[in-house]
Nanobody, 119 residues
């Protein structure tokens, strides 16, 4: 079993910053990639950013230049530094990981953390 636990969400004023963190635990033979997705009320879940095990990153168009994804110092962790936050960034942010457990590769999701940006 694999678990993803997110932390760092909260309420911030427009223009402010927040840092999200996610830790993966359980039977992890190889972590292929981790990422963040956002889901606002009434909308579909959208890509925020991903990072592969070799450091390649990919960002959603709406966050390019403002958000930075990085692998954490601790093993199997990922962080998302969010700067210049806008009210439209308000959403539940979900951590995602692509993990090989030793017998198959699967995609895992965290429970989500709320980010609210006030105008």
């Amino acid at each position: 079993q694999v678990q993803l636990v997110e932390s760092g969400g909260g309420l911030v004023q427009a223009g402010g910053s927040l840092r999200l963190s996610c830790a993966a635990s359980g039977t992890i033979v190889r972590l292929n990639a981790m990422g963040w997705y956002q889901q606002a009320p009434g909308k579909e879940r959208e890509l925020v950013a991903t990072i592969s095990s070799d450091g390649r990153t990919n960002y959603g168009n709406s966050v390019k230049g403002r958000f930075t994804i990085s692998m954490g110092n601790a093993k199997n962790t990922v962080s998302l530094e969010m700067n210049s936050l806008k009210p439209e960034d308000t959403a539940v942010y979900y951590c995602n990981a692509d993990i090989y457990t030793g017998w198959r590769t699967s995609e895992y999701w965290g429970q989500g953390t709320q980010v609210t940006v006030s105008s």
